[in-house]
């Protein structure tokens, strides 16, 4: 499959997804400039409700399935998760803290949640940063995963502290945090999260043949002519900054971190030139349909986005897996 | 004073010395009378002040907030941790605890203190458990006269708004801070949804039989009530800024016509004693053309 | 042309693993790392091609310290070939050749034809032409390393460094990979340096040798001065007998007995 197919596939899920939902509307409301906006109730459906959440959805889907193929070439682990750094379990803490104090303010229409959950993201990556990578020339993936597997633990196990301080309403509050909703209703926060992600894919675009050269050993990359401490560097900061922006926007949907890349890998082979953008486009799409079949298979309620990725991610990847044995 | 041999005495105080052991080693709730009474639940708490227990409740649950002379007493947990420690230390006679917590009724059985299972209902249970809880303390004319009054102030309430055109009200206790997500509504069942229905509110998620639901901003759109309240119960202070998210949902009514209400105070979420306050509340938010 | 001069180094948890050690390769030579294990040679030959930083002395090309140099300008002079290869993703054989010319292209450059012709002769000249789209992971020991081989030879390097090279081997892709060694640096002057166990390769394949015990130089110069039964003894603790065998063409080392 060609990158352009993938970018087909993503364009058509942006462009039909918002025509989908529990409520029937008619187009030709929505378009309708005679009725004032404010009046206008399928425009709002279609433009407040439904058209955020796509975004959301497609910036979310991207984020995570980008930084999952970069921890995966990182850490050559194809097993790694856009969390092994402990970057989600930072925001995820930051999120917690917020909830739990019952903290209420807006900034620039960004609401204290996701302005919360990123600052815990950026914080888990300066400790990581700090440990990790400041020791000496580089690091070793092996320190890097093993610094990353105990400020993850450390920082998940703070979250359940404050979790045991908190009292009911912010533990359920919580709970809900942690399955995810791409319900963001207002462009803002979609800006915002935009900012980091933007600043990460210009780092990853640095990154494709690198990526490859570096899964074959850090030695052996730089062997042949990688710079490995600087491209880590790059590669790290710019996964935890997809992985803060996409946790913030969207809670922590992690999963499509992890089976996106292989996914992607079966259908395009392992050359990162493709797996990386091809990851980002199928990963937006992804989620967007998961989204989709979230707000629709039990109307009118919802299901959280993050059990439908699961169920439908799960036994895809079983049957990709299977059918090329 | 009858003289009574020396031996004789001896024996008959031993015997009631065995006597008053023997009684003061039963479960008094079966004497129907309670002395030391914890209630780890705030609407059982709430219940047993007013209706004169209150001098027999020792300990109270990490969330009891009301009444204020309540606040003196020991908290020994709640719902998800109860403190069975310290709750076994201070013998009490009878624990009022949730019906769901099974490990601590074990506790209790083993430690052969008696408990009160509760239940939380829907707001006709209200009157109920007052009654029935009253009984078990011993305090009946409290309770009685207690759920009377609270019956007869709602039926007030409700024969008030009789008349009145019923507002399609959709009825919010929590959403996520700052945004429209995760909005947490009262569905067809539970005390919330009766204490709307006996506010004169139509319940706009009425035919979902779920005491929660969480909402997306579609559903709210699709929903179009005429009236949203909020219901906020935490001393936090709410800021302009928040509850401007609604704003974004302009085409819904409620929004529209200006009728987003916001209620704070936790006499809405705890189903005891003062739901008939909340209760009106609640009605002259949904029907100020009336004289409250 | 490459020099370590007077370098030492230690791992971050150990003892020195080299002690005051100086090495000349001479443009055109294949100069051969022989020691027991431990002595130090897989850290000579990363500290000959930068991946390690001396605590003191230095290394350099052509007079030019290594450290001065980028990573890019290094991979164009010198090419790796390390005792193994994991490769974590399903690269195929002609991917893994491919990526020797990272050090040539830009940063967001696709490889060519003159690219893709250049990782076909590597691979013919190592015999894995046939397994070009074979995925790397599934090949066996033997031919992945003819295959990295062929990677580093795609490199266009003027210099080899080779840790162990023909260890996984059989006999048969042994006298192959010396042959084409052999080759390679008659027809393209390509300086090697060998790090091995095989005496016997040593023996055929380099022009001069460095005997390293204990992350010293015990010896080094011309094959045929330093490979003798007393160095033999002194190395490894083995009575071996070292002599010229007229068909091969080169000394040939025998072991006999263990002496401590």
């Known amino acids: 499959m060609t990158l352009a197919a993938f970018g087909t596939v993503t364009l058509l899920a942006c462009l039909l997804a918002p025509l ?11 378009f309708d400039r005679s009725i004032p906006f404010a009046d206008n109730t399928d425009a709002q459906v279609f433009f407040v409700a439904r058209l955020p959440r796509v975004l959301a959805a497609a910036l979310v889907g991207a984020g995570f399935s980008l930084s999952g193929v970069v921890f995966q070439a990182l850490l050559r682990n194809p097993l790694a998760a856009p969390d092994t750094l402990g970057v989600s379990a930072g925001a995820s803490l930051g999120a917690m803290l917020v909830l739990t104090a019952h903290a209420d303010f807006t900034l620039f229409g960004v609401s204290v949640v996701p302005l919360a959950t990123f600052a815990g993201a950026l914080g888990a990556l300066a400790i990581v940063f700090v440990l990790a990578l400041a020791k000496g020339r580089g690091t070793s993936s092996t320190v890097l995963l093993l610094a990353g597997i105990a400020i993850s633990a450390l920082l998940s196990a703070a979250g359940r502290f404050i979790q045991y301080l908190s009292d009911v309403t912010g533990t359920f509050r919580t709970v809900q945090w942690l399955m995810g909703s ?32 570096i899964s074959l050993g850090e030695d052996a990359a730089e062997a042949r002519g990688v710079d490995v401490v600087r491209a880590e560097r790059v590669a790290l900061v710019s996964a935890s900054l997809s992985t803060g922006a996409a946790v913030s926007l969207g809670g922590p949907v992690l999963f499509v971190g992890i089976i996106v890349p292989h996914i992607v890998r079966r259908l395009v082979g392992a050359d990162h030139r493709l797996v990386l953008p091809a990851s980002a486009l199928f990963g937006a799409a992804l989620l967007i349909v998961c989204d989709l079949i979230a707000r629709t298979i039990i109307a009118p309620v919802e299901m959280p986005v993050g059990i439908i990725t699961a169920i439908i991610g799960g036994p895809f990847f079983l049957w990709l897996l299977f059918r090329g044995r | 004073m009858v003289a009574i041999p020396g031996p004789l005495r001896l024996r008959a105080k031993g015997l009631g ?12 709730a079966l004497l129907g009378e309670a002395r030391r009474v914890i209630s780890i639940i705030p609407a059982t708490t709430e219940m047993l002040f007013a209706m004169g227990a209150g001098d027999r409740v020792i300990a109270i649950g990490n969330y009891d907030t009301y009444p204020p002379e309540a606040q003196k007493l020991p908290k020994v947990g709640a719902l998800i941790d109860p403190n069975v420690e310290q709750i076994l230390q201070m013998r009490p006679d009878l624990v009022v605890i949730y019906g769901t917590q099974t490990e601590l009724k074990r506790r209790l059985d083993r430690a052969n203190i008696a408990y009160y299972s509760y239940v939380h209902k829907g707001l006709s249970d209200i009157a109920q458990t007052i009654r029935s809880l009253g009984m078990r303390v011993g305090a009946d004319a409290g309770a009685n006269a207690l759920a009377s009054r609270i019956e007869q102030q709602l039926a007030d309430i409700r024969r008030r708004v009789a008349s009145q055109p019923r507002p399609k009200t959709l009825l919010v206790f929590g959403r996520e801070p700052g945004s429209l997500r995760n909005i947490d509504a009262s569905g067809g069942d539970g005390f919330l949804h009766d204490m709307l229905d006996a506010a004169g509110g139509a319940d706009v998620l ?35 800024a ?3 998210a609604w704003n974004r949902l302009s085409a819904v009514p409620a929004v529209k016509n200006r009728r987003v209400i916001l209620l704070t105070g936790e006499e809405f979420v705890v189903p005891g004693p003062r739901v008939a306050a909340a209760t009106r509340r609640l009605a002259a938010a949904l029907h100020p053309e009336v004289r409250w | 042309m490459l020099q370590a001069t007077n370098v030492s180094f230690a791992y971050r948890h150990g003892a020195k693993a080299l002690d005051d050690v100086s090495v000349a390769i001479p443009r055109g030579s294949i100069v051969g790392l022989i020691g027991p294990n431990g002595s130090g040679k897989t850290t000579l030959v990363r500290l000959l091609n930068g991946t390690l930083t001396p605590s003191r002395g230095s290394v350099s090309l052509d007079d030019v310290p290594l450290s001065t140099r980028s990573r890019r300008d290094l991979a164009r002079r010198i090419a790796v070939v390390p005792q193994e290869t994991h490769v974590t993703f399903d690269f195929s054989a002609l991917d893994i050749v491919l990526m020797g010319r990272y050090a040539h292209l830009g940063a967001f450059a696709l490889e060519g034809p003159d690219d893709m012709a250049i990782a076909r002769r590597a691979l013919a000249a190592t015999g894995t032409d046939a397994l070009a789209p074979r995925q790397f992971a599934t090949l066996s020991g033997g031919e992945k390393q003819r295959v990295v081989i062929a990677g580093a030879l795609a490199q266009s390097s003027d210099i080899l460094l080779l840790d162990e090279p023909t260890t996984a081997l ?9 042959s084409l060694l052999t080759r390679l640096n008659r027809d393209h002057g ?19 040798l460095v005997l390293l015990k204990a992350g010293r ?5 011309a094959t045929r001065s330093v490979l003798t039964s007393e160095n033999v003894r002194r190395l490894y603790g083995v009575e071996a007998d070292v002599t010229f065998h007229p068909r091969a063409g080169h000394l040939t080392v025998v072991p006999l007995a263990r002496t401590e």
């Open chain 1, 20 to 30: 989908v939902g529990s409520t029937s509307i008619s187009l030709a409301r929505v």
């Open chain 3, 217 to 221: 130089v015990v010896a080094h110069g």
């Open chain 2, 242 to 244: 928040d509850m401007s």
């Open chain 2, 206 to 240: 009425g035919d979902i039989h779920r005491q929660s639901v969480t909402m997306s901003t579609e559903m709210v759109l699709a929903r179009a009530p005429d009236v949203i309240i909020e219901l906020r119960y935490s001393k936090d202070d709410v800021n302009n």
């Open chain 2, 17 to 28: 010395l065995i006597v008053a052991i023997a009684l003061s080693l039963q479960p008094s």
């Open chain 3, 190 to 208: 390509t300086t090697m340096v060998v790090s091995t166990h095989d005496l016997n390769l040593a023996a055929m394949l380099c022009t001069e």
């Open chain 1, 182 to 213: 791409l319900d963001v209703g207002s462009y803002a926060p979609i800006l915002a999260s935009l900012v980091p992600f933007g600043l990460a894919c210009i780092g990853f675009a640095t990154l494709p043949r690198i990526l490859d050269l």
């Open chain 3, 170 to 178: 059989d006999v048969g892709f042994q006298f192959e990979i010396a």
